[in-house]
């Protein structure tokens, strides 16, 4: 037994005893139950395991009510629309093109360019899909023939706008029923754009207007249910020498396309001028809008005007005159057939006498100053006159009566 007292316990001799030590402290220190280190870590791996499961199962749930984005690029907006509504998704549609905002083809000629989450993201079926759609490209009809609402009814089914090159066109009854003769654009286009059609106007009575004034000329086509506009307008009260030279479009055979703007183009119908004087003849063709070359300012006759008269001529053209040559003349007429007549040339101091002259005597000198005093009597009447012309015009004039009457002028 002395041996057994001396000799040292093994660890695991230590460890029952240890344990007995705990056992009897826990029998002495009743209400405080102590756990072993294996209990501790059992327990803790329990827990981790549980925490485990339920991360776990937390991810999986959210990875099952997830759904997966579909591949919507290059698919109409119907079609987009059929395939996230079949996931229970809620998209929304962005665009620069008003087409695609409110056109009546859009959800079938609208596609989608790109789209945010892409495709195969998986979502939530509460957040959105969005969309970016552009207009598709359609080919554009051909027009040339159809009337005017065959051509619209045929670029709605494109979702093409065709409306006319001149909006004119618009206002004037009818206008659908008539020929599609060009059109702005063909081949392929983006769903939505525009095309301009010219149309052709059928023909209708237009009363002729070229020599008219154009005030005249404005009145008888606005009442013919015209549109017509003058070119560079003169402005203010329109001269009568101002005419029509022009129409565009032309009138043809009396006829111009219906209810058609018509262009005015306006000169000026040059008055006759040949036999007036110098100064008088300047007076009358300035005040027509014209110039006026070959004048001297002087009294002398206009011989021969170019162009001539009643020729229509732009505004500012120039009008050329010819002068008669200056001339002073010395007349005698009498009821008698003979008399003698006395006379000092222009610019001169000699007399010059002729007796018993025939009557009517004339006399001319190239030279339009510088006349002087002449006289005549008759010899078998009772009247005579004398005159005395320059450059055409009477100066000059004196009668006298009686048997052998004597007159003076000068």
């Not at 280190?37 to 999986?60: C, E, F, Q």
């Not at 609402?149 to 670029?155: N, Q």
């Not at 040339?345 to 009557?359: C, H, K, T, V, W």
Request: glycine fraction near 10%; proline fraction near 6%; include cysteine.
């Amino acid at each position: 037994m002395g041996d057994e007292a001396t000799r040292p316990l093994s660890g695991e001799q230590a460890l029952d005893n240890g344990s007995d030590a705990q056992s009897n402290d826990t029998h002495t220190s009743p209400g405080r139950p102590r756990l072993s280190k294996r209990s501790i870590y059992i327990g803790g791996a329990a827990v981790l395991g549980v925490l485990a499961l339920g991360i776990g199962a937390v991810v999986v749930i959210d990875q099952v009510t997830r759904v997966s984005v579909p591949d919507l690029e290059q698919q109409t907006v119907a079609e987009a629309t059929s395939m996230l509504e079949g996931l229970d998704l809620t998209m929304v549609v962005r665009t620069e093109a008003s087409f695609c905002e409110d056109g009546e083809l859009a959800t079938e000629l609208c596609v989608v360019a790109s789209q945010t989450p892409g495709r195969d993201e998986r979502i939530h079926g509460d957040e959105w899909v969005t969309l970016e759609v552009v207009p598709s490209a359609v080919s554009a009809p051909s027009m040339e023939g159809m009337t005017f609402d065959e051509a619209v009814a045929a670029g709605a089914e494109v979702a093409l706008e065709v409306r006319p090159a001149d909006i004119s066109d618009n206002v004037v009854d009818g206008h659908g029923d008539w020929k599609v003769v060009s059109q702005s654009e063909e081949g392929t286009l983006d769903a939505g754009s525009s095309i301009k059609v010219t149309l052709e106007r059928p023909l209708v009575d237009a009363r002729a207007v070229i020599g008219a004034t154009v005030q005249g000329a404005v009145d008888a086509l606005t009442a013919d249910g015209f549109q017509p506009v003058v070119a560079s307008d003169p402005g203010g009260t329109h001269d009568p020498a101002w005419v029509v030279a022009a129409t565009d479009p032309e009138i043809i055979d009396g006829k111009l396309p219906v209810a058609s703007r018509v262009t005015l183009t306006w000169g000026v119908k040059l008055p006759n001028v040949v036999g007036m004087t110098d100064l008088a003849a300047k007076s009358a063709l300035s005040n027509t809008k014209v110039t006026v070359d070959g004048s001297t300012s002087s009294s002398q006759l206009v011989a021969l005007q170019e162009p001539a008269a009643g020729t229509v001529v732009e505004p500012g053209s120039t009008v050329t005159i010819t002068l008669e040559p200056p001339s002073t003349v010395y007349e005698v007429v009498s009821d008698g057939s003979r008399g003698t007549i006395t006379w000092v040339p222009p610019n001169s101091y000699s007399i010059s006498q002729a007796g018993d002259a025939p009557l009517p005597w004339r006399m001319s000198w190239p030279t339009a100053s510088g006349y002087r005093n002449f006289n005549a009597q008759v010899m078998d009447g009772t009247t005579v006159t004398c005159n005395i012309y320059v450059n055409g015009q009477l100066l000059k004039t004196a009668t006298s009566t009686g048997r052998y009457a004597v007159v003076s002028c000068g």
